[in-house]
């Protein structure tokens, strides 16, 4: 399976409405959007789906964020996606713990969508000499 194109875009966060805002947001903006509502799904769908953009709440149920970024990064087949942490726990300690979990970016809630959109899409048009390799299965 070759990975994504960098307009894919998997988004996890276990608030319904905040899912859905997001998922809406993202389309508009041109992106190709799938969603999940635990940590387990998330990891289930970048499996299936290879994006190259993924943005995860960091307290889901089942598994969370960072544990879900560690498994991305331990289960790296091609071109990195882009790990976006999203989450209400704001302090520099936590920042640290997303950032050595493999998260590229941490951005604390209430988050505005544009700062999101703005990390997003300065990764979304990136050219990748790896992007040609085939991913295998998770």
Same mark, same amino acid.
């Given at each position: ?10 988004? @996890?966060?276990?608030? !319904?409405? $905040?899912? =859905? =805002? ?13 969603? =999940? ?10 499996? &299936?789906?290879?994006?190259? $953009?993924?943005? #995860?709440?960091?307290?889901? !149920?089942?598994?969370?964020? +960072?544990?879900?970024? &560690?498994?991305? +990064? &331990? +289960?790296? &087949?091609? !071109?990195? !996606? #882009? %790990?976006? =942490?999203?989450?209400?726990? *704001?302090?520099?300690?936590?920042? @640290?713990?997303? %950032? ?23 990764? *979304? +048009?990136? *050219? ?11």
């Amino acid at each position: 399976m070759l990975p994504g194109p960098t307009h894919h875009l998997l988004v @996890a966060d276990d608030d !319904p409405g $905040l899912l =859905a =805002a997001y998922v809406d947001y993202f389309e508009i903006h041109g992106y190709e959007v799938r969603a =999940a509502q635990d940590g387990v799904d998330a990891l289930a769908e970048y499996c &299936r789906w290879f994006p190259a $953009l993924v943005i #995860l709440d960091i307290q889901m !149920p089942r598994l969370d964020g +960072r544990e879900v970024a &560690r498994e991305i +990064r &331990r +289960r790296k &087949r091609g !071109p990195s !996606p #882009l %790990l976006v =942490a999203v989450s209400g726990l *704001s302090s520099q300690a936590e920042r @640290a713990l997303c %950032l050595q979990s493999g998260f590229d970016h941490h951005v604390a809630k209430p988050a505005h969508m544009p700062v999101i959109l703005a990390i997003v899409a300065s990764h *979304s +048009r990136i *050219s990748d000499p790896d992007i040609a390799q085939v991913h295998s299965r998770c």
